[in-house]
């Protein structure tokens, strides 16, 4: 039995499909021989962040943004051309949802 006023509480589990995919920052301006992280995050219908899924990480241009597949870390290679620039693909493995962000090399 609830108290007057109690409200039922349901936390997002990594079990439930995503609404919707996010990267966190969708832009990144990095020098040549710089790595930095990217963020996947996945939200429910209410925009509740959902814990526990698993990503894939793709560039769509290696040859000046390689990431890594699993943890979102982007290494741009030395060498690399300033104004030269990469998108970055996030896949949620198990819903399929996508989204993506892009580098530029400054």
Do not use: M
């Amino acid at each position: 039995v609830l108290a007057a006023g109690a409200a039922l509480y349901k936390e997002s589990r990594g079990d439930q499909k995503p609404d919707e995919v996010s990267v966190d920052p969708p832009v990144q301006s990095l020098a040549a021989g710089a790595t930095s992280p990217f963020l996947a995050l996945a939200r429910d219908s209410k925009g509740n962040k959902i814990e526990g899924r698993k990503f894939k990480w793709y560039s769509r241009n290696p040859a000046v943004a390689k990431i890594n597949i699993d943890t979102g870390l982007v290494e741009i290679p030395a060498g690399v051309a300033a104004g030269s620039t990469a998108e970055i693909i996030v896949v949620d493995t198990s819903s399929g949802k996508s989204a993506t962000a892009s580098v530029t090399i400054n």
